[in-house]
């Protein structure tokens, strides 16, 4: 490959880049407008996951359940450098069980909306799909939803 070739794609990428920043930034400025939405947040015990959420406090998108050990929570917290001192926590003694609890907030209209936290994928699944105590609908839970993004002329 040329240095130019690999120029032209660096420079391609970041185009790229800035265009999903520019549809993110969208997104956000027409959601700060709506009500914050009440979060049931499953097992959010690491960084990450926790500075998601603190994020979307922070910009005024979310009012977020934390479900999950309590002392992990705190401990991600305290490496985050985060004060959750003001947000409510429901302890669940590992990651099945902030999953299960998390749904059921959901599913009892505590919350509107589940966010997945620093548990595997198929834990959170498992209790959305419950036949009893889960998420489901007389006829569907979910259908893969693929969308593409077009630019507009």
Known sequence: MSLHASATEA????????????????LVSVTLALPRLKVAV????????????MEAVEMGLI???????????????????????ALTIIDAP????SAHQAVGLVRAGKAEALMKGSL?????????????????????????ARGRDHERS
Do not use: F, N, W
Request: proline share 5%; net charge neutral.
């Open 94 to 97: 590992h990651s099945h069980a």
């Open 63 to 85: 009012e977020p359940i934390l479900v999950g050990p309590r002392d992990k929570i705190a401990a991600a917290a305290k490496d985050l450098g985060g004060d959750i001192s």
């Open 120 to 144: 595997h994928t198929d834990e959170l699944m498992s209790a959305v799909v419950q036949k009893e105590g889960g998420l489901r609908t007389a006829r569907r839970i979910m259908t893969p």
């Open 11 to 26: 420079a391609e990428s970041l185009r790229r880049q800035e265009r999903r920043h520019e549809k993110y930034e969208r």
């Open 42 to 53: 499953a097992h959010p015990c690491d960084v990450a996951s926790l500075d998601a959420v």
